[in-house]
């Protein structure tokens, strides 16, 4: 009998050490201090004409603060078994995110290979967030994201996704995601039970040591009848809820400095009744400049632009900051940033829904908001 258990435990060993597995914990945490001027000031979410200033702490300002851990396993054959999860926290109140979403940026389990690229399923962000790698502050708190109301930032369930090895220095993505209802694009119209509006996308990136490109399609089905629009008539969340998206950024590598360049578009269809004021499409530009001035220091300045179609108006931010590596894992950043709207428009610094209400955080329409960011972010 111990011979048997012996030979047993010998045999797992051998297994283990034949099937390479690795499991890798890893993180982020991201705290600092904020101030910001021209948000509503009153109660509740009344309309007001006053505006006035705040100083918070706040967490996720520079990146958003995750932990996760993800694993592989050497199948042979150049096959591999990996899985990835990953979800994001609040550091300053360590409160996790809502909907009991303990890995609510990835879940996913799929398989591998160096030659054929890597097969996905589960929870993942949304490919829209391909827009991170060409924007100068990396979709930080204050960047692309806030001009259209965190479009950029979604995560996706029900996923299929693939990408593709890199040759000859193109590679590709692919993502969908599944509505899981009857209805094949959303709930074929039953707002009792909306499930999930279907979404994906496709992206194509060429790389090499001087440039590099990429495209980006992606579509958000809303839930309700898998429309291309918001399904609430005059929602004046359309096209930064729903719709198509498309992406094209240039990022050009002149020794210390990264210049980008982007232009993005979101369409809707199908809104009806939408009122004057209340946009159905809009177009984004945006150029910035990173100078890493030495190893550990670099300095950013960047300006976004987005107009918004049906009297909506149109906003800009413009920014300046920066890092500080302390050490490969930590740094010290700092950000200024305004944001500036034509007489009918009220994006603010913030990626927050749309609308002038006091629990929005907006500016008025018109009017400008003003704010400075430092921080620390430790990575393990």
Do not use: C
């Not at 990626?351 to 430790?378: E, F, R």
């Amino acid at each position: 009998m111990k011979k048997a258990l012996l030979a047993a435990s010998l045999l797992t060993v051998g297994v283990a050490a034949h099937a390479q597995s690795s499991v890798t914990l890893y993180g982020r945490l991201d705290a600092g201090l904020e101030y910001t001027s021209g948000a509503p000031v009153g109660a509740g979410n009344s309309v007001t004409t006053n505006t006035g200033h705040q100083f918070r702490a706040e967490s996720g300002d520079w990146g958003t603060s995750l932990w996760g851990m993800k694993g592989v396993e050497d199948l042979g054959g150049g096959n591999k078994a990996v899985f990835q999860l990953e979800g994001s926290f609040n550091t300053m109140t360590g409160q996790g995110p809502g909907n009991n979403g303990l890995f609510n940026r990835w879940a996913t389990v799929g398989i591998a290979n160096d030659q054929f690229g890597t097969l996905l399923l589960g929870r993942e962000l949304f490919i829209s967030n391909g827009v991170w790698d060409f924007d100068p502050f990396g979709q930080s708190n204050w960047s692309s994201a806030s001009l259209v109301r965190g479009r950029n930032w979604p995560q996706s369930s029900n996923n299929v996704s693939y990408q593709s090895p890199k040759i000859a220095g193109f590679d590709v993505y692919g993502q969908y995601s599944f509505s899981n209802t009857p209805g094949f694009n959303g709930s074929g119209g039953n707002p009792a039970a909306p499930g999930l509006g279907r979404e994906g996308g496709l992206q194509v990136t060429y790389t090499n040591s001087l440039f590099q490109v990429r495209g980006l399609y992606d579509e958000i089905r809303n839930n309700v009848n898998g429309g291309l629009g918001d399904p609430a008539a005059g929602s004046p969340n359309g096209p930064f809820s729903y719709g198509r998206e498309y992406f094209a950024g240039v990022n050009v590598f002149l020794g210390q400095f990264k210049i980008q360049a982007v232009y993005q578009a979101s369409r809707t269809s199908g809104e009806t009744n939408v009122p004057i004021g209340t946009p159905t499409t809009t177009d984004q530009e945006w150029g910035g400049v990173t100078w890493q001035a030495t190893p550990a220091a670099a300095l950013i300045a960047a300006v976004y632009h987005v107009n918004a179609n049906n009297g909506a108006g149109n906003g800009n931010i413009y920014t300046i900051g920066g890092s500080y590596n302390l050490s490969k894992r930590t740094l010290l950043d700092i950000q200024v940033a305004s944001a500036r709207n034509s007489k009918t428009a009220n994006f603010g610094l913030n990626a927050n829904a749309a609308g002038d209400t006091v629990s929005t955080g907006n500016p008025l329409p018109g009017q400008s908001q003003t704010g400075v960011y430092a921080g620390i972010q430790h990575s393990f």
